[in-house]
């Protein structure tokens, strides 16, 4: 299925609770991204970011309107192994290593292999990924026979990344993976984090409520409002990568910066209207 998006929503609705106490969580999202592209969400809390992760990641239906990942549904995306997810705490197995906790999801459902040749344009995959070698390549090398809480909270986080990278999933979810981060880990991560997707080519879907992060390592960052839940701008970030913390100092990154901030503004100032 040649030119089918990697991810696409269509007048995705979605309500919590009931009467005149019910939120508009989503109200009528439209979202496509093309395969292998970075797309970053930010918006002001209760935007509805999360939640339209949850609904890719097919742990949330939406009360109207249509989620497809590469074609099918996230429910059939999922059961191919097509969908990896990083959610804000690591959630590593506390009994095993970090290298049995990485390699644990290419053991279970097996299965998943066939469906996911069956569904068209995921039948192309590259040789399972050696862990071992993307844990060094994450900064893991030295810690992969330890236990998650012999690790830091950055290297538990890098353990997570690792461990959803070796899925070599179509589409990556990450929901503010960084957040409880110190600025220099989470600038540390973000590099690991663009060098495994530049050597991978997964399609990214990130949460993140920092602009300097959306700007870094996004294609494309889709600003979301809150009061109902929407989509308000979608902007392109012409930056060349690779993105290194040489960019920083780039006067054409600080004004992407500084038009997500107009952008965000407007979304606040919307919301509070």
Not at 10 to 16: A, D, L
Not at 86 to 110: D, F, G
């Amino acid at each position: 299925m040649t030119g089918t998006p990697a991810l696409e929503l269509r007048s995705v609705h979605r309500v919590y609770g009931y009467g005149p106490s019910a939120t508009n969580a989503l109200d009528g999202v439209d979202l496509t991204v093309a395969s292998g592209r970075f797309v970053s969400l930010i918006g002001p809390s209760g935007c509805g970011k999360s939640t339209l992760l949850r609904m890719v990641a097919g742990l949330e239906q939406p009360d109207r309107g249509e989620t497809r990942v590469h074609g099918v549904t996230p429910a059939q995306a999922c059961a191919a192994k097509m969908i990896g997810l990083v959610p804000q705490s690591p959630a590593l197995l506390p009994w095993l290593s970090v290298l049995r906790n990485v390699t644990l999801p290419q053991k279970i459902n097996k299965g998943a292999v066939g469906r996911r040749a069956r569904i068209a344009g995921s039948g192309k995959r590259q040789p399972a990924p050696d862990m071992g070698e993307l844990l060094v390549k994450a900064g893991l090398g030295e810690a992969k026979h330890k236990l998650p809480a012999q690790l830091s909270g950055g290297m538990q986080q890098r353990a997570a990344i690792v461990r959803a990278f070796g899925l070599q999933p179509d589409v990556l979810l990450m929901d503010e993976p960084f957040s409880a981060l110190d600025e220099f880990t989470r600038e540390s991560l973000q590099d690991q984090l663009l060098d495994l997707w530049d050597e991978l080519k997964t399609t990214v879907l990130f949460v993140t409520h920092s602009v300097s992060e959306a700007v870094r390592l996004s294609d494309t960052v889709v600003v979301m409002a809150p009061n109902p839940g929407r989509i308000v701008e979608s902007v392109d970030i012409d930056l060349p990568r690779p993105r290194n913390a040489h960019l920083f100092r780039e006067q054409r990154f600080h004004e992407y910066e500084d038009l997500i901030r107009d952008r965000l503004r407007h979304a606040w100032h919307g919301a509070a209207a």
